[in-house]
């Protein structure tokens, strides 16, 4: 049985193990984290990626575990209310999708789906990954090696695999201008599957309740111009965090004072990966290691979702030249990630959005059913 390391225990990463299980792989995941890591905002599976999630029959699940917002509200300093909009009213693909999950909800039940079958490694990482003719060898942090036929970095904006193989990701990564931050809050605003936003000199700040409103997921965001962090430095990112919205209005120093208390903190800039290949030889990347299109799409886990099934499928189909299939798999995806890159770079995701997460036809993979 041909082995595929996969390196990274997010969504892409479990979704892409999910279906080379089902190819018949033998399939080990790699997280560097000590656990599955909770967290993030909700992120949408649009489109396609509803398809992929009927076809893994894990569709009801994913519907259970929806975030139950019915809309959300800007405020302006003294809280009232200046718009308000609904998932309706862009016909269920639009800023709010008919299937928004909690990142950490999405990830969990991914990695439910697969444990049972698959080896997951957790608090570990890659050092050296060297390709041979027949298989790559890979070297772990603890000192141990092991050979698989396949690895793949599903190991997301600051991919080690993607380094491995192409380089220093300043090369790679365009940075679109914003930095976000998330961490999650006790709902003290008592408020009932609605969420808030609120702008002031352009920093954006929000607040949404989530798990049966028992609790809420703030997020900030500000201009990413001329900030220079470590994205490993957590300590250091709160304090940005803190000077970038010292002054604001509304909620603001409520929520950014509970930042050291929060179970999870995320901080990045929104970012693209624009990469002129996504493989070499047996290495290759998925998700937001290959093509990360930014969360201002709205579209990187439902890309990242199609991706793993696509690209198990065409390293099933490849007969063995594994180098192949990865070829294969970047063609069918590239014009579709292309076009959603680009639609994050004008800026047009709400007028765009419903036709580019439709843009792709599923191929189907007899060996995956
Ligand atoms: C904690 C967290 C919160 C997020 N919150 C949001 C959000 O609110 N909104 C949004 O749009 N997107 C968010 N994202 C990004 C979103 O998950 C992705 O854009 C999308 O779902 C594609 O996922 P991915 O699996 O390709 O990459 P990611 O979700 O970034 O996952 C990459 C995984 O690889 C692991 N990893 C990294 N380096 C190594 C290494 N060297 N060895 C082993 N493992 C490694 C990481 O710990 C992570 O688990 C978040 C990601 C994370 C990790």
Redesign the pocket.
């Known amino acids: 049985m041909a082995s595929v390391l996969v390196?990274?225990?997010?969504?892409?990463?479990?979704?892409l193990a999910f279906w080379l299980q089902r190819a018949g792989f033998d399939t080990t995941v790699?997280?560097?984290?000590p656990a599955?890591?909770?967290?993030?905002?909700?992120?949408d599976l649009r489109g396609v990626a509803r398809q992929v999630a009927v076809l893994m029959g894990l569709d009801d699940e994913i519907r259970a575990a929806r975030t139950a917002t019915a809309g959300f509200s800007v405020v302006d300093r003294d809280g009232i209310v200046l718009s308000s909009m609904r998932p309706e009213d862009f016909a269920g693909d639009g800023q709010i999708a008919e299937i928004e999950i909690l990142?950490?909800d999405?990830?969990r039940l991914l990695y439910e789906a697969t444990s049972d079958s698959i080896e997951y490694i957790f608090g570990?990482?890659?050092t050296v990954v060297d390709e041979q003719a027949d298989g790559v060898t890979v070297e772990f942090a603890n000192g141990s090696n092991r050979q698989f036929d396949v690895v793949i970095g599903?190991?997301?904006?600051?991919?080690?695999?993607r380094a491995a193989i192409f380089g220093d990701e300043s090369k790679f990564l365009h940075d679109m201008g914003t930095c976000?931050g998330?961490w999650s809050v006790p709902n003290h605003l008592g408020l009932e599957n609605w969420a808030l936003a609120y702008n002031e000199s352009g920093c954006s700040a929000g607040i949404r309740p989530v798990h049966q409103n028992r609790e809420a997921?703030v997020?900030v965001s500000f201009p990413s111009d001329e900030i220079r962090f470590d994205y490993r430095d957590v300590a250091a990112q709160k304090q940005l965090v803190r000077q970038r919205t010292a002054g604001m209005g509304w909620e603001v120093p409520l929520l950014v004072a509970q930042i050291d208390e929060a179970p999870?903190f995320?901080f990045?800039t929104c970012s693209q990966v624009l990469l002129d290949s996504w493989s070499r030889g047996r290495i290759g990347l998925?998700?937001?290691?290959?093509f990360?299109?930014?969360?201002l799409t709205?579209q990187?886990?439902s890309?990242?979702?199609v991706a793993a099934y696509v690209l198990a499928g065409e390293l099933a189909s490849a007969g063995g030249d594994y180098s192949a299939g990865l070829a294969a798999y970047e063609r069918r995806m590239r014009e579709w990630v292309l076009d959603t890159q680009l639609m994050g770079r004008e800026g047009n995701a709400d007028s765009r959005l419903g036709a580019v997460a439709n843009a792709f036809a599923l191929p189907h993979y007899s060996s995956m059913f």
């Open positions: 390196v990274g225990a997010s969504i892409a990463g479990p979704a790699v997280e560097r984290a599955l890591r909770p967290g993030g905002q909700a992120v990142r950490g999405l990830s570990e990482r890659i599903a190991d997301g904006l600051h991919s080690a695999v976000i998330l997921i997020y999870d995320y990045d998925v998700g937001d290691a290959a990360c299109p930014s969360p709205g990187g886990t890309l990242a979702f």
